[in-house]
């Protein structure tokens, strides 16, 4: 299995590897010969978030993700009218489910972009998405136009230290981001940030936690949060300490269950904005 990507470099090849841009452009898989040249034609396209991440964290391996695209550079309302005569499945959050033969893709028109509309975010360039991702580990963008991978300096770091945090608090579905969260502490082993440990000890105290079990228990096949106590989450998520200078707490370390669930799916975009 691959370890996390070291450069900027070595994970630019790995999303290329993806997406088949590494072959030649006759190559006839699904990627490169329908949804592409199929995005590519209502605008520029990026890719965004968890497959990126997926990718930096264990490369090809650890991807469980569907593939999250943003269109920019075109009029939105000619998006939004190709998006409908694809029976294209519009979600709360501004995009469209597209359901490929062997893939699921979710597509945002950079204009619709969550954070833009609902006046949190000033959004007018690819870049910008960086600021708009609930979790700082999705806010990566690489611009196919450009081939450039887009990330914060210190994007790769957070990553190796196992530290995850919060880059935009506010979203539509805080239960859904919260579910989310918990599901990574679990599967991935990985440190709160202090943003995000504050986020879940605050909606862990405001929320019923059984409509939370039977959130997760609806979106995943494998149901998580039901092997998990309320009250030992939150004694361990106000346990912060620091590690490599960043405050964090350790909810839930080791879990138990991991090696007998099969490969999860962490995210559905039914509990998430974009990332």
């Known amino acids: 299995m691959a370890s996390i990507a070291a450069t900027k470099e070595v994970l ?3 999303v290329r590897r993806l997406l088949r841009l590494d072959r030649p452009k006759n190559d006839r898989s699904e990627l490169r010969a329908r949804i592409l040249p199929c995005l590519q034609s209502l605008g520029e396209v990026a890719l965004i978030g968890g497959a990126i991440r997926d990718l930096a ?6 991807f469980a993700s569907d593939l999250d695209f ?18 294209a499945k519009a979600n709360r959050f501004g995009g469209y ?19 833009r509309t609902a006046g949190l975010r000033r959004v007018e360039q690819i870049s910008d998405l960086l600021k708009c991702t609930f979790f700082d580990w999705d806010s990566v963008v690489f611009d196919l136009r450009t081939g450039e991978l ?7 770091f957070r990553l190796s230290i196992g530290v995850m945090n919060v880059r935009l608090s506010e979203n539509p579905n805080p239960d859904g981001s919260l579910v989310r969260a918990l599901r990574r502490a679990a599967l991935w082993n990985v440190r709160f940030g202090w943003e995000l440990t504050e986020f879940s000890l605050h909606h862990l105290e405001k929320r019923d936690w059984e409509d939370l079990v039977e959130r997760d228990r609806s979106a995943f096949p494998d149901a998580i949060l039901s092997h998990l106590d309320r009250a030992d989450l939150v004694r361990k998520l106000e346990d912060v300490d620091t590690v490599a200078g960043v405050v964090s707490s350790f909810p839930i370390r080791d879990w138990g269950w991991q090696q007998t669930l099969p490969l999860p799916r962490t995210d559905r975009t039914i509990l998430s904005p974009v990332g």
């Open 12 to 14: 630019r090849k790995r």
């Open 57 to 62: 964290r264990s490369g090809r391996s650890a």
């Open 70 to 87: 943003v269109v920019y550079g075109s009029p939105p309302n000619r998006f939004r009218d190709v998006m409908v005569s694809m029976n």
């Open 97 to 115: 489910a597209v359901q490929f033969q062997g893939w699921k893709v979710d597509v945002w028109h950079l204009e619709d972009t969550w954070a």
């Open 150 to 156: 887009i990330f914060d300096e210190d994007y790769l």
